[in-house]
């Protein structure tokens, strides 16, 4: 998909939602497109992908369809896009899929196959204790997982860095910081209502 794609998909999810016409909360994505698409590159079709509450962007880079994402996001379940057979998992809950990743990757150690797994969290998830002691496990064991940080500078409306102070450096995390000045967090103002 390209830059252009991703952004069309999410404008016309806007447009459903500024009409009311999708039931649940829907959070949008944009302003971090070429940084997703690069790191996509390296995913496999094999590979397991797991994501949160803002996941569009990703199950349409995984390759889960157009058509049965829209039809999962317009039936209210948004933040919780779930499709084993492109090996895809989304949860709305902070940190949730940190440490079902962690096992997945393990599984596949064990297994000794050549899948990996990638998990996207965004940068206040990166500051919970659950996510160092995933990525110290992972590191531990050396894990066929990679951490990715979605960082855009936000927990909710805090700004991350001046509330939860360092953040983690480690080998088995990609760390890239974007804008998304387009959709804030669902709820936070007028002009972007909860749905």
């Known amino acids: 998909m390209t830059k252009e794609e991703l952004i069309a998909f999410e404008t016309g999810i806007a447009g459903q939602c500024f009409k009311k016409k999708i039931p649940g909360p829907v959070h949008l994505s944009y302003g971090n497109e070429e ?12 590979d397991w992908v797991f994501s949160n509450h803002r996941s569009h962007y990703h199950a349409l880079l995984k390759g889960v369809p157009k058509s049965w994402l829209k039809k999962e996001i317009t039936s209210g379940r948004s933040i919780t896009i779930n499709n084993p057979d492109y090996k895809f998992y989304a949860s709305a809950i902070m940190g949730d899929t940190v440490s079902i990743a962690t096992g997945v990757a393990m599984g596949l150690k064990r297994k000794s196959v050549r899948e990996q ?8 998830c990166a500051e919970m204790g ?6 110290k496990f992972a590191e531990r064991n050396d894990l066929p997982i990679t951490f990715v940080v979605e960082d855009n500078g936000l927990s909710t409306l805090t700004p991350t860095q ?10 088995k995390v990609i760390r890239y910081k974007y804008k998304n000045n387009r959709y804030p967090h669902s709820g936070v103002n007028k002009k972007y209502p909860v749905f």
């Open 35 to 46: 940084k997703l698409i690069k790191i996509f590159k390296k995913i496999n079709r094999e």
């Open 117 to 124: 797994v990638w998990c996207f969290v965004g940068d206040m």
């Open 130 to 135: 659950a996510f160092d002691e995933a990525v």
């Open 162 to 171: 001046k509330v939860w102070g360092l953040y983690p450096r480690k080998n």
